[in-house]
């Protein structure tokens, strides 16, 4: 079974905090991957896409990659209140190369960005 | 840009009536669009993935006699529940992916659909 771990939270961070966020995979074949913010009844937006080991950064988000342990996260820093949502880890564990792009979404964690 | 919209927003049917989502990406052409459904606090579930001017593939355990989709353009998918009860009541939602692009998915607004 295929899958993607996310701690459900609720993680709770003071205003202007680094907010960090943790993912785990279990395809070690998995190529890309994605974080997605979902509001509140709303439908996902996408945040960052990261493809190698390291870091990728996008203003106040940082997506860090390393893929020998199978672990994605996600830091947000001066975290705000309008941060707080859910943020959905999603990875695509189709075959290198493939036509599969299918991508498997974690549970999500419910961050809480408190004034 | 990629920007997906859906159609309608929220619909509210009696049981065993038939609802038909229109799913379109509004400013670029794609090849694959991906339908789920997320029922309340919890996580997205992948009902299937359409490729335009093909069959739908659905995921195990979706009844593709009940939800049929159809992909006849590279800007529009449609999903139809047919004889709809309240299990299905539930918040759908599809993603799309460019031509030629990476593994990306872009979202919808989400149809909110409750059955009475």
């Known amino acids: 079974q295929k899958e993607v771990e996310q701690n459900s939270g609720p993680l709770s961070v003071p205003e202007g905090a680094i907010a960090s966020l943790n993912c785990t995979y279990s395809d070690r074949g998995s190529q890309s991957f994605f974080w997605y913010r979902q509001y509140s009844g709303k439908s996902p937006e996408l945040i960052m896409s990261i493809y190698s080991n390291g870091d990728k950064e996008d203003g106040r988000f940082t997506a860090q990659l390393n893929k020998a342990s199978q672990y994605v996260s996600l830091l947000i820093r001066d975290s705000q209140p309008s941060d707080s949502a859910t943020y959905l880890c999603a990875v695509n564990m189709g075959k290198s190369g493939g036509s599969n792009y299918k991508l498997t979404f974690g549970k999500g964690t419910l961050l809480t960005v408190n004034p | 840009g990629a920007v997906v919209s859906q159609h309608p927003s929220r619909v509210i049917c009696k049981s065993g009536t038939s609802v038909k989502i229109e799913c379109r990406s509004l400013d670029f052409q794609a090849t694959t669009m991906f339908w789920y459904r997320q029922f309340p606090k919890q996580s997205l579930m992948l009902m299937a993935t359409?490729?335009?001017?093909?069959?739908?593939?659905?995921e195990q355990g979706v009844e593709k006699d009940k939800f049929l989709i159809n992909h006849a353009s590279l800007t529009l998918s449609t999903l139809t529940v047919t004889s709809a009860h309240p299990e299905d009541s539930s918040f759908y939602i599809c993603?799309?992916?460019?031509?030629?692009?990476?593994?990306?998915?872009?979202f919808g607004p989400g149809t909110r659909l409750t059955v009475l």
């Open positions: 993603s799309a992916r460019g031509v030629g692009a990476t593994d990306t998915q872009y």
């Open positions: 359409s490729n335009e001017g093909s069959k739908a593939t659905y």
